[in-house]
């Protein structure tokens, strides 16, 4: 018994060590990172410009130059084609545009990532709260555009040719058929990703003038210190109850 206590530490130790979204005591740890993802930069910093619909971040981006250039122009982006049942329009792409822009370059997606295991990525956003003014914007210019499914995460595309198809069975409707309302669609199609969120709680700008500062910042921020403070408590309720374990355990050796 007397290699039990030290085992059970060692144990409790590598399972908080594992995750570094655990090991975040301080406001930096959540406003100067990026997601870890296989395009991101792994500290949001200034570029000399970025393309197009991605330029509000080139101050201060999780993304490279060449990545918002590539965004813009391949026709998918990790295997994945928004046009799955046929060609956006102009408009409604746009839109998606920016949302990929924000996915890729934002540095205020730290208070909300969590681990995620796939090939091209080990964190994801999960709940951030986007300004339901954006969101109400972004589906009405999509909502007559056609998909066959609505979770574009987790739905069970068919990947076998190397890009996304629909799964048999599954007919292409139109956006305003297959998620119903606004809400609906930006929570859902990404696997909730987004929180849509009234405007006068924070919230996230999707998109946001490049010549004004990125409004996102105080968001992030307002979260990060909840968080830290949320963890204090837990913290010190989590020393008690180890204490007193360890305590427990003290007497049986």
């Known amino acids: 018994m007397e290699g039990f206590p030290v085992l059970l530490f060692t144990a409790c130790m590598l399972l908080v060590s594992g995750n570094r979204l655990n090991d975040r005591t301080q406001l930096s740890d959540f406003l100067d990172t990026c997601m870890d993802a296989q395009s991101h930069k792994s500290k949001p910093g200034p570029e000399d410009s970025l393309h197009a619909e991605c330029t509000p971040w080139k101050n201060r981006a999780c993304c490279h130059k060449k990545t918002t250039e590539e965004l813009h122009q391949n026709a998918t982006w990790y295997k994945f084609t928004w046009g799955h049942c046929e060609p956006l329009s102009d408009m409604c792409k746009r839109y998606f545009v920016r949302d990929l822009c924000f996915y890729e370059c ?38 007559n555009e056609k998909t066959c499914l609505d979770n574009w995460s987790n739905g069970g595309f068919n990947f076998s040719s190397g890009v996304n198809t629909c799964p048999t069975g ?59 403070q949320i963890s204090g408590v837990t913290n010190l309720a ?11 355990i003290a007497t049986l050796v």
């Open 170 to 228: 599954k007919p292409c409707k139109p956006f305003h058929e297959i998620f119903g309302n606004a809400t609906n669609f930006c929570e859902t199609i990404w696997d909730g990703s987004w929180k849509v969120t009234p405007d006068d709680k924070p919230c996230m700008k999707m998109w946001f003038d490049a010549t004004k500062e990125n409004p996102n910042d105080a968001v992030a921020k307002q979260r990060a210190m909840e968080i830290l």
């Open 238 to 248: 989590s020393s008690f109850v180890f204490i007193i374990f360890a305590v427990l």
């Open 106 to 143: 934002s540095p205020n997606v730290g208070p909300w990532l969590v681990q995620e295991s796939r090939t091209w990525r080990k964190e994801r956003m999960y709940h951030a709260p986007l300004c339901e003014t954006d969101c109400n914007t972004w589906y009405n210019e999509c909502k």
